[in-house]
């Protein structure tokens, strides 16, 4: 189970008006804990008005590059995203899990492939690090980038992907997507159904894609998906992370059967047992009986809070994360799950 880590904070680079990004000293000792694979993400843990915070931010870098480094983007009342960018300082101190996630690009140099990513806003930083690790480790494999935005200043990574665009020029192409700014060589709009159409079916119609790689808006990812599934793109060539979800449905309270469940929980070799009620989901009892259980969004979109089910069963109110295969071995997101028999049993450690 992932440990915290107190890192300094080595650099903060404003990467547009509202948003930085973030590198951190990794001691020698911590080395290999930090180490990673392009797409990860890490878990940063703070105190801010007296409350812990937990957050996930996606790494920027490359994995030969050795820098341990995120890109946070301040959003309206995000209590760590403002932090961030307002009084964060280099010298500060924050508490780090070690990367995790299974949004992942692992190269192999051995087979040439062309790339495809698409990502609108903040949905750029996993990707750039995909596209940084293909175009050092893969030296023979192609990458196009669709990168949609409202404007080039609200661009984050703009001179960095341009730098990468040259130094790889016959290698790596941008396709920038503006919906506020008219920009030679862009498209204006966001990345919709006509813009997967054109790029894939048009501007690089001549490209045979092995993967696709989407970062962004749950709207945005479900019309990409969409797109190339109709064009007959296996789904098992297209990655995905969500940055933000679309607000759950909410479970209406007649939905969950009034009652109590005996839990029984397994983290980090301890076991403990306790009663819960079905309107609660795994997550929230277990930190209410004060289970150092891993968590960070609480909103489904991360994987920080798997567990898998080996006894009893649990119904999940929202999945952005999980393949049906996982789930028919009993993998489950906790902040979801909901109880719905009389015993459960959930294993931390066996994921």
């Known amino acids: 189970m992932s440990q915290f880590h107190k890192l300094a904070i080595n650099s903060i680079t404003q990467e547009t008006e509202k948003s930085v990004s973030i590198g951190f000293d990794v001691p020698e000792a911590l080395k290999a804990t930090f180490q990673f694979k392009a797409g990860q ?36 009342d995000g209590t760590f995203s403002s932090y961030a960018n307002n009084t964060l300082q280099v010298g500060d101190i924050l508490e780090v899990a070690p990367p995790k996630g299974r949004f992942v690009f692992e190269p192999n140099d051995s087979k040439t492939k062309n790339i495809a990513a698409f990502a609108a806003g903040s949905g750029i930083t996993p990707v750039l690090s ?3 690790c293909a175009l050092e480790e893969e030296i023979h ?15 984050m990574f703009l ?15 941008i ?9 030679d060589d862009a498209i204006f709009g966001r990345v919709e159904k006509s813009t997967v159409n054109y790029v894939m079916k048009n501007k690089y119609k001549h490209v045979e894609v092995d993967a696709y790689y989407l970062c962004g808006p749950e709207g945005m990812i479900h019309t990409v998906k969409d797109v190339l599934t109709e064009h007959d793109i296996d789904e098992n060539r ?33 076991t403990s047992v306790f009663e819960m009620s079905h309107k609660q989901t795994v997550l929230e009892a277990a930190l209410d009986e004060d289970i ?60």
């Open 175 to 183: 396709q920038f997507v503006f919906s506020q700014e008219d920009e």
């Open 292 to 351: 150092d259980a891993p968590y960070s969004c609480q909103g489904g979109i991360c994987s920080s809070c798997i567990a898998r089910v080996t006894e009893g069963k649990a119904t999940m109110r929202q999945n952005n994360i999980l393949t049906d295969g996982e789930l028919a071995e009993g993998l489950i997101l906790t902040c979801q799950a909901h109880p719905t028999t009389s015993t459960l049993v959930v294993d931390y450690d066996d994921v």
């Open 41 to 76: 993400y890490i878990t940063l843990k703070t105190t801010i008005n007296g409350n812990e915070i937990r957050r996930d931010y996606s790494l920027c870098t490359s994995p030969k590059s050795g820098n341990l480094k995120v890109a946070v983007k301040e959003v309206e």
């Open 141 to 155: 494999s192609k990458i196009i980038l669709v990168y949609g935005n409202k404007t080039t200043k609200d661009t």
């Open 159 to 173: 001179n960095e992907l341009l730098e990468l665009q040259h130094q790889y020029s016959s290698r790596f192409s």
């Open 238 to 270: 297209i990655h995905f992370e969500l940055f933000k979800a679309a607000k759950p449905t909410e479970i209406e309270s007649n939905t969950i059967a009034d009652g109590r469940t005996k839990v029984t929980v397994l983290l980090d070799d301890e």
């Open 130 to 132: 995909i596209i940084k």
